[in-house]
C-alpha cells in the first residue's frame, strides 16, 4: 500500500505525498525521525567532550558498529550483537592517549587528545579484539599465568652479590 494521493501528518506539519518530491520530503522525514529514534538505542559509545572539541558523532558510532562487526567476522564469532557490542567512552581532549578497560566491568574508555579517525578506529579495533576475543576468565588466567612465572624468576641486585663475596 503506497503513499499515493494520502495526505500524511509527520510532526506537527501536512504533506500531501501525491507527487514525487511530496514523497521524498515525506521519507526524509521519516528517515529523520528513525535515525534519532534508533540512535539512543544503537549508540554504544559515550562521548566525554569538557573542551567541546569538533568530532563527527556519526561516524563514532558507525566506526563502532563497523569495528565490531569488522572484528567479530574476521575471528569467527557469533555470538549475537549482546557479545560483539558494549558500552565505549570516547574521552576527547585527554592527554594521554590511548585505551583502558575497567577490569570488574566490561567498560573501556578511549582517550583521544582530538578526534582522529584512524586513532579511534585502531583503538575501537583493539577493544573489539580484547572484549571479543579473549574473555573476562581467560583473561585473567593470563595475567595470573604472567605474574606467576615472573615471580619464579629470581633477580639478585648488585649490592646483594657484592655482600656475599666478601
Not at 85 to 91: C, G, M
Not at 99 to 107: A, Q, S
Amino acid at each position: 500500500m503506497g503513499l499515493s494521493g494520502q495526505s500524511v501528518r509527520l510532526i506537527g506539519h501536512r504533506f500531501h505525498s501525491a507527487t514525487p518530491a511530496g514523497k521524498a520530503v515525506v521519507m526524509k522525514y521519516l528517515a529523520a525521525f528513525l535515525l534519532l529514534a534508533c540512535s539512543s538505542i544503537l549508540a554504544q559509545v559515550t562521548v566525554v567532550n569538557p573542551k567541546h572539541l569538533d568530532f563527527p558523532r556519526d561516524k563514532v558510532d558507525v566506526i563502532f558498529h563497523m569495528a565490531c562487526k569488522i572484528v567479530a567476522e574476521d575471528f569467527q564469532i557469533h555470538h549475537g550483537t549482546q557479545k560483539s557490542e558494549f558500552p565505549v567512552t570516547l574521552v576527547l581532549g585527554a592527554p594521554d592517549e590511548g585505551y583502558t578497560e575497567d577490569e570488574d566491568h566490561p567498560l573501556y574508555t578511549i582517550n583521544l587528545d582530538h578526534w582522529n579517525e584512524v586513532r579511534f578506529t585502531m583503538a575501537m579495533i583493539g577493544v573489539a579484539i580484547q572484549h571479543m576475543v579473549v574473555p573476562q576468565n581467560r583473561r585473567d588466567k593470563l595475567v595470573l599465568e604472567v605474574l606467576r612465572r615472573s615471580n619464579q624468576i629470581v633477580t639478585v641486585p648488585v649490592t646483594t652479590l657484592a655482600k656475599d663475596q666478601k
